[in-house]
């Protein structure tokens, strides 16, 4: 069956430091979405992405992150200066269209640590 | 927006039936009522979707009431492995979002 990949499954690193998680989607899926949970908190939305741009976004995702798909396959989040509060569960999805009838499947995360 | 309401916690005995409840009394006539589940460090999983009527598949079933003010999501016999947090989740029909909106969800225990 197929499933969403994230890579890597863990990352740390420094206050101040730029950091790429990268995820591979579905490959017949066509919108990507990035979420993430803080340890004992919510899952919480990020950012959508469909046809190399951004579609939606909340108000987490600030000018210190951004999203890009550099190649066919790949669809990366990127924190530009990471703090402290970064710390999190990163997950990515993806689903094959946008109705509201269409299930978004998830990707088993990047467990973030920013020190 | 329409909210849903979950209980925080709730426990099953293995290879008994599990009916897990939502409320959205605010629930407009045209928003699907989706459940998503985590199981412990992992990603949400889609469960199972509806509008009116009520759905079957391999994972679920789903129980709407008539007038859509709930629903229920039944485990017809729990395993292990069907502990983790299950979220009902509203989406919203017109509101040109498309992203989906966790709550607390319910942590389901599921006892050998």
């Known amino acids: 069956e197929p499933e969403v990949t994230q890579t890597p499954s863990h990352q740390v690193t420094q206050m101040g430091q730029e950091v790429i998680l990268r995820c591979v989607p579905i490959s017949n899926h066509l919108y990507f979405y990035w979420y993430r949970q803080i340890l004992g908190q919510k899952v919480e939305f990020l950012v959508s992405f469909y046809n190399n741009e951004i579609s939606e976004k909340s108000e987490i995702f600030d000018d210190q992150f951004s999203v890009e798909r550099p190649d066919g396959s790949n669809f990366t989040l990127k924190i530009r200066s990471t703090k402290l509060e970064d710390s999190a569960m990163y997950f990515c999805?993806?689903?094959?269209?946008?109705?509201?009838?269409?299930?978004?499947?998830f990707g088993p995360g990047t467990r973030l640590l920013v020190l | 927006d329409a909210k849903t309401t979950q209980p925080n916690s709730m426990e099953s005995n293995e290879e008994e039936p599990v009916h897990l409840p939502c409320n959205h009394s605010?629930?407009?006539?045209?928003?699907?009522i989706h459940w998503y589940r985590q199981l412990p460090s992992q990603g949400p999983e889609y469960v199972i979707h509806g509008l009116t009527s009520n759905v079957n598949n391999r994972m679920a079933s789903l129980a709407i009431a008539e007038d859509r003010k709930s629903s229920t999501l039944i485990l017809h016999r729990a395993t292990l492995r069907d502990a983790a947090v299950y979220y009902c989740i509203l989406r919203f029909s017109g509101a040109g979002s498309y992203q989906l909106t966790f709550g607390k969800g319910t942590k389901l225990s599921v006892i050998p």
């Open positions: 605010t629930i407009s006539g045209t928003d699907y």
């Open positions: 999805a993806s689903s094959e269209g946008r109705t509201l009838v269409q299930a978004q499947y």
